[in-house]
């Protein structure tokens, strides 16, 4: 990715950056998230809610890796290992997801229900 796009990216507000991962994931079929150093999904807190975080490509990781994150790593996942392992964690945990979040800032947040139905609808679109 050069930086002039990254640059683009990181100025779109949180639902444009959500809409250019749905496209992205279901384009290359993989995307990332953290892991700590025990190798457990990175899941942040805002009062009794629990999220997991996920990016569409490596680079927009780094700057939330601070503020506690320091010991954290970047995890690709493949589409297929998103729909046949993790969306059972986060529904069996009740996480909502955050997606793209950047500066250690959130993303755009939707719970597991919106975001299957979202990306199946972009999807289809190129099947």
Same mark, same amino acid.
């Given at each position: 990715?050069?930086?002039?796009?990254?640059?683009?990216?990181?100025?779109?507000?949180?639902?444009?950056?959500?809409?250019?991962?749905?496209?992205?994931?279901?384009?290359?079929?993989?995307?990332?998230?953290?892991?700590?150093?025990?190798?457990?999904?990175? =899941?942040?807190?805002? /009062?009794?809610? #629990?999220? &997991?975080?996920?990016?569409? %490509?490596? !680079?927009?990781?780094?700057? *939330?890796?601070?503020?506690?994150?320091?010991?954290?790593?970047?995890?690709? =996942?493949?589409?297929? /290992?998103?729909? #046949?392992? &993790?969306?059972?964690?986060? %529904?069996? !945990?009740?996480?909502?997801? *955050?997606?793209?979040?950047?500066?250690?800032?959130?993303?755009?947040?939707?719970?597991?229900?919106?975001?299957?139905?979202?990306?199946?609808?972009?999807?289809?679109?190129?099947?």
């Amino acid at each position: 990715m050069n930086p002039k796009e990254k640059e683009n990216i990181l100025k779109l507000e949180p639902f444009k950056r959500y809409q250019y991962f749905i496209k992205k994931i279901a384009d290359f079929e993989e995307l990332w998230t953290i892991i700590d150093e025990n190798g457990d999904y990175a =899941i942040s807190q805002i /009062d009794d809610v #629990e999220f &997991i975080s996920f990016w569409s %490509a490596e !680079e927009f990781i780094a700057s *939330n890796l601070d503020n506690g994150w320091e010991n954290c790593k970047p995890l690709k =996942i493949t589409l297929e /290992d998103l729909e #046949e392992n &993790i969306f059972d964690v986060i %529904a069996a !945990e009740n996480y909502l997801i *955050n997606i793209f979040p950047i500066n250690g800032r959130s993303g755009f947040i939707v719970s597991l229900d919106e975001f299957t139905r979202d990306l199946q609808e972009e999807l289809d679109k190129i099947q």
